[in-house]
Structure formats: structure tokens, C-alpha cells
């Protein structure tokens, strides 16, 4: 493999293609005009059911960097800063305590911990609340049912028996024959029908989407996640909402921080794929997904479907959450 690939868009969206985008593919009162779920609702019990015949071999893959302080938000951004920080863990006692007997009169001898997180600075959901399309959010919710209590209409906690079945892989960077896309490489349609068809899988109804850019490998080649936060990458073109739509994915996931090519297509708008993905059409999307494993294993024995199992933390109210998406082979 050569270690890179150059694709940068040539298209300049302007905020008219945002506007009949989000009415051509407006998922609206499609479950139900009290849906909070969206596009999850794909995903039938015969899908699960299926998904779990794909195990065959018995190897799991966690698909998610370690909450710790090495993450990607230490690096170094020309984004502006949304307030994510690096997981801090702190202990609450310690073997050290348990030494000295100062907790003796507990009359047990452990030690506990607590993490501060923000709920999307590593491998994680975005959940419907996440991105508003003007004055709206999924189902035509008004922005305003998410406040500083959180979010009253499509908190993450209503996913929780979700995001279960089956799962494939795009490995877009092997199928270009590099070990990653540069910044700004625009994965279109025809390129995710190419790789489909050149691993011999089909994308269908109710499937857990994951695109492998090799981005994330990039950064750890270069020892340093400088950029990967909110700069430029490789990502989803704009034109790909429409192949999802007509795809029924449940859910997609990609090993970037922010799915989208970057920069993006337009100056009109930050993040125009997030506008219509998350509000308008009611897609739940996972960033920061470790892929290289799974890649790795699935070239092997050139078989890109798996059973997928990444439940969010069910925290109510929150519009995102962080997880550890496995992958069972």
C-alpha cells in the first residue's frame, strides 16, 4: 500500500443545497409524530436475530480508544474549542489508604474511583438532540425542549435497547490501496458503491454503517492527534446523505472526529452533513471509532459483516454518549 490518497472535492454547496436537501430527505413523522429514535427504528428483531448468525469465529473487537488523557482533545485545533476536554479519572480511595488503616473503620478494605468525561471526547454517539436545523431538532421537536436540564425529546437514554445488529465495514482506504486518506479526500457515492462491491457485501436496511479512513492512523503515525479535532480530514461527502437515505442505514460511524470530509464542501454553513444527518433525517451518527483491528481481521478472510453491539450509557437527557462499540466475529 502507498501510505496516502488525494480526492478533494470539487463541489461548493451553497445554503440552497442545504435547503432542498432538508426538504428532500426530511424523515419527519416517518415512526410517528412522537418518535425520538429515528432512522434506529430500521433495525427489525429478525435483523438481530440474523446479525447474530454472523458469528463465527468468536473474536470480539472493542472498536474504542481508552477514555484516558492521551485522547484526541489534547491535541492541538484551528477549530474553536466547544468545551471537550481529555476523560479525567481521579481515585476516591486507594490501596494506599487501605495500607495506612485510615479506612479501617469501614470495616472493609477497597478502593473506588470517578471519571469526568465529556460525553462526546472519545469513541461515542452523537444522539437527535445533538444538532438543531434552525429553531429544530429531530421530528420537528423545537430546540427549546433541549436546556440546561438537558434534552426533554430524544435524550440518548431512549436508544438504550438500540444499536444492536448487523454490522459492516467500508474499508475505503484498502480499497483505494492506501493506508489512509489525506485531509480534505471527499468519499462519495460511487466510491462506497465500488467498495461494497469490491469486498462483496451488500449495505442494507437496518445496518450499522462503519467507513474506515484510516484517519485515525494517520495521526497515531505522526505521534500526535494535532488537527484530528475539528480539522481538516478525509470524510463523507455531502451527496452521501442521499445514498444513506435510500440505503435505510440505522445508524454510521466513521474513525474521524467528525464523519464529514473537512474542510467541508461550503463556506456557507460548519458541518452542512451534521444539519441534515442528525435533525432532518433522524440518523444517529458515531465518530472516533477505532477501525484498524477490525479492518485488519475482516481483509483477512475477506468478510465484512459482523454482528455490532454499542448500546449508549443511558444518561438522561444527554444528546450524546460515550461507548464501546464491539464488533463480534
Given at each position: 500500500?502507498?501510505?496516502?490518497?488525494?480526492?478533494?472535492?470539487?463541489?461548493?454547496?451553497?445554503m440552497n443545497d442545504?435547503?432542498?436537501?432538508?426538504?428532500?430527505?426530511?424523515?419527519w413523522n416517518k415512526?410517528?409524530?412522537?418518535?425520538?429514535?429515528?432512522?434506529?427504528?430500521?433495525?427489525?428483531?429478525?435483523?438481530?436475530?440474523?446479525?447474530?448468525?454472523?458469528?463465527?469465529?468468536?473474536?470480539?473487537?472493542?472498536?474504542?480508544?481508552?477514555?484516558?488523557?492521551?485522547?484526541?482533545?489534547?491535541?492541538?485545533?484551528?477549530?474553536?474549542?466547544?468545551?471537550?476536554?481529555?476523560?479525567?479519572?481521579?481515585?476516591?480511595?486507594?490501596?494506599?489508604?487501605?495500607?495506612?488503616?485510615?479506612?479501617?473503620?469501614?470495616?472493609?478494605?477497597?478502593?473506588?474511583?470517578?471519571?469526568?468525561?465529556?460525553?462526546?471526547?472519545?469513541?461515542?454517539?452523537?444522539?437527535?438532540?445533538?444538532?438543531?436545523?434552525?429553531?429544530?431538532?429531530?421530528?420537528?421537536?423545537?430546540?427549546?425542549?433541549?436546556?440546561?436540564?438537558?434534552?426533554?425529546?430524544?435524550?440518548?437514554?431512549?436508544?438504550?435497547?438500540?444499536?444492536?445488529?448487523?454490522?459492516?465495514?467500508?474499508?475505503?482506504?484498502?480499497?483505494?490501496?492506501?493506508?489512509?486518506?489525506?485531509?480534505?479526500?471527499?468519499?462519495?457515492?460511487?466510491?462506497?458503491?465500488?467498495?461494497?462491491?469490491?469486498?462483496?457485501?451488500?449495505?442494507?436496511?437496518?445496518?450499522?454503517?462503519?467507513?474506515?479512513?484510516?484517519?485515525?492512523?494517520?495521526?497515531?503515525?505522526?505521534?500526535?492527534?494535532?488537527?484530528?479535532?475539528?480539522?481538516?480530514?478525509?470524510?463523507?461527502?455531502?451527496?452521501?446523505?442521499?445514498?444513506?437515505?435510500?440505503?435505510?442505514?440505522?445508524?454510521?460511524?466513521?474513525?474521524?472526529?467528525?464523519?464529514e470530509v473537512r474542510?467541508?464542501?461550503?463556506?456557507?454553513?460548519?458541518?452542512?452533513?451534521?444539519?441534515?444527518?442528525?435533525?432532518?433525517?433522524?440518523?444517529?451518527?458515531?465518530?472516533?471509532?477505532?477501525?484498524?483491528?477490525?479492518?485488519?481481521?475482516?481483509?483477512?478472510?475477506?468478510?465484512?459483516?459482523?454482528?455490532?453491539?454499542?448500546?449508549?450509557?443511558?444518561?438522561?437527557?444527554?444528546?450524546?454518549?460515550?461507548?464501546?462499540?464491539?464488533?463480534?466475529?
Amino acid at each position: 500500500m502507498t501510505s496516502s490518497a488525494v480526492h478533494t472535492s470539487q463541489t461548493h454547496l451553497t445554503m440552497n443545497d442545504i435547503r432542498e436537501a432538508a426538504e428532500r430527505l426530511k424523515n419527519w413523522n416517518k415512526w410517528g409524530a412522537n418518535d425520538e429514535i429515528g432512522t434506529l427504528n430500521y433495525t427489525s428483531a429478525a435483523d438481530i436475530i440474523s446479525a447474530a448468525s454472523l458469528v463465527r469465529k468468536g473474536k470480539v473487537f472493542s472498536l474504542a480508544i481508552n477514555l484516558d488523557n492521551n485522547g484526541p482533545q489534547g491535541g492541538k485545533t484551528k477549530f474553536p474549542p466547544v468545551g471537550r476536554f481529555n476523560p479525567v479519572h481521579t481515585m476516591l480511595r486507594t490501596g494506599t489508604d487501605a495500607y495506612s488503616g485510615v479506612l479501617d473503620k469501614r470495616g472493609i478494605r477497597s478502593a473506588d474511583d470517578l471519571v469526568l468525561l465529556p460525553l462526546q471526547a472519545a469513541t461515542h454517539w452523537d444522539g437527535l438532540g445533538h444538532i438543531f436545523y434552525n429553531d429544530y431538532m429531530w421530528n420537528g421537536y423545537d430546540c427549546r425542549e433541549v436546556s440546561s436540564f438537558g434534552a426533554a425529546k430524544c435524550g440518548i437514554e431512549k436508544t438504550k435497547e438500540k444499536m444492536v445488529g448487523r454490522g459492516v465495514l467500508l474499508d475505503i482506504a484498502r480499497h483505494l490501496g492506501v493506508d489512509w486518506l489525506e485531509d480534505g479526500f471527499a468519499i462519495t457515492n460511487d466510491i462506497l458503491s465500488a467498495c461494497a462491491a469490491d469486498q462483496g457485501v451488500e449495505v442494507r436496511k437496518g445496518d450499522y454503517l462503519l467507513v474506515r479512513t484510516g484517519h485515525m492512523e494517520a495521526k497515531w503515525a505522526a505521534g500526535s492527534w494535532d488537527g484530528y479535532p475539528g480539522g481538516d480530514a478525509p470524510g463523507l461527502a455531502f451527496e452521501t446523505l442521499d445514498w444513506l437515505q435510500e440505503k435505510q442505514v440505522a445508524a454510521v460511524a466513521t474513525d474521524t472526529w467528525g464523519v464529514e470530509v473537512r474542510p467541508n464542501e461550503t463556506s456557507d454553513a460548519n458541518q452542512p452533513w451534521h444539519w441534515i444527518c442528525i435533525p432532518i433525517m433522524g440518523l444517529t451518527m458515531g465518530e472516533i471509532f477505532k477501525l484498524d483491528e477490525l479492518a485488519k481481521d475482516c481483509a483477512e478472510d475477506a468478510t465484512y459483516e459482523f454482528m455490532f453491539v454499542a448500546p449508549a450509557l443511558p444518561i438522561t437527557g444527554a444528546v450524546g454518549s460515550a461507548i464501546n462499540p464491539i464488533a463480534i466475529r
